[in-house]
């Protein structure tokens, strides 16, 4: 097919100090075997060689387009700056330190275009840590597939939907219903969540994107810089209250009858509720399970009620170090 006759794609790159992988980054995207591109990169005041790397890149290939903010805004507003820039029929962010295969956006076409009411297509994902060369693990979206009743598809969001959809293939216009993301910690969780509300999810079933975490995990101040920009959270911001009321308010502005807000606001309490219980009851188990028992009990926990069907387990022991012991909190 011609690449005039195929959908053109845009791809948001939002980066900050991304030098160290964001000349691979741009490969992996232009090397794709499919053609009809656009390339949008939003540098948010980065302080190191990244403006003269998308320079060089904007030189290079007419797909490239290179935006510079003067002031460091956050990450949530970079990430909606590129969609806003952005004029293709799908849409997919992109970080300046992941990889795709040579076909990743043309299967995840391929595969929205034979399923009309889809609005996100993701592959399967390889994860790794910074500096490790084990597999972490392997996210999918298995347990979505068939679920096209909207309130199912909702609490399926909430429960089992994998981080690193976040970087998969969307139908823009179906992101445009969206609030975004907002300026809040896990906004992106919470995007993918309201996104539910307009159509279903699918997959392509192979590992076609390697996403790369980072070393350690942030802090919450580490992350409320990140997300907004700002120098320091505020003493009164609490992160589970105000994702709450992000799930609350995306759910009252989506176009769907009363009937069916009703519902989903009863999903969403009687999940909040569940998980409120449930850390209780694990930070009690922690707090009086003997030392010697922690990890073995941990892992029984974790398998019991935490893990999820979307998440294949790759290398065991940093798997354990890695998602376990900071899901639990027990260990670090």
């Known amino acids: 097919m011609d690449h005039t006759e195929q959908p053109l794609v845009s791809v948001g790159v939002p ?30 005041a980065s302080t190191d060689r990244t403006p003269d790397i998308c320079r060089e890149y904007v030189q290079r290939d007419r797909r490239v387009r290179y935006y510079r903010s003067e002031r460091n805004q956050g990450a949530t507003w970079n990430f909606n700056r590129v969609f806003e820039l952005s004029s293709g029929k799908y849409f997919m962010w992109a970080a300046h330190d992941d990889q795709r295969e040579r076909n990743f956006v043309r299967a995840c076409v391929e595969r929205m275009e ?12 390889a994860s790794f840590i910074e500096g490790r060369p084990d597999l972490l693990c392997v996210g999918t979206l298995d347990s979505f597939e068939g679920v096209t009743d909207l309130v199912a598809r909702y609490r399926e969001t909430l429960e089992r939907s994998p981080a690193t959809a976040i970087y998969g293939l969307y139908r823009s216009g179906a992101m445009r219903k969206t609030r975004m993301l907002r300026r809040s910690i896990a906004t992106d969780l919470a995007f993918i969540q309201e996104l539910s509300i ?35 959270k505020p003493w009164w911001y609490l992160p589970f209250v105000v994702l709450f009321v992000d799930h609350w308010g995306r759910i009252a502005g989506a176009p769907i009858p009363l009937g069916t807000k009703l519902r989903l606001w009863h999903v969403l309490l009687e999940h909040e509720a569940r998980q409120v219980a449930l850390k209780s009851l694990i930070k009690v ?48």
């Open 114 to 125: 034979q399923c009309p009411d889809a609005v996100l297509c993701q592959t399967h994902t």
């Open 285 to 332: 188990a922690g707090m009086t399970c003997p030392e010697r028992w922690r990890r073995k009990l941990g892992s029984q926990v974790y398998y019991r009620w935490l893990h999820s069907p979307n998440m294949r387990v790759g290398c065991q022991e940093l798997f354990l170090k890695r998602v376990i012991g900071p899901r639990l909190g027990w260990w670090r």
């Open 15 to 44: 980066v900050f100090n991304g030098e160290t992988g964001l000349a691979r980054a741009l490969d992996s995207l232009l090397g794709q075997d499919y053609g009809n591109l656009e390339i949008i990169v939003s540098d948010n």
């Open 198 to 232: 307009h159509g279903e999810f699918v997959q392509v079933p192979e590992v076609l994107f390697k996403y790369l975490g980072r070393a350690d995990w942030n802090t919450v101040d580490q992350d409320y810089q990140a997300f907004t920009g700002k120098e320091a």
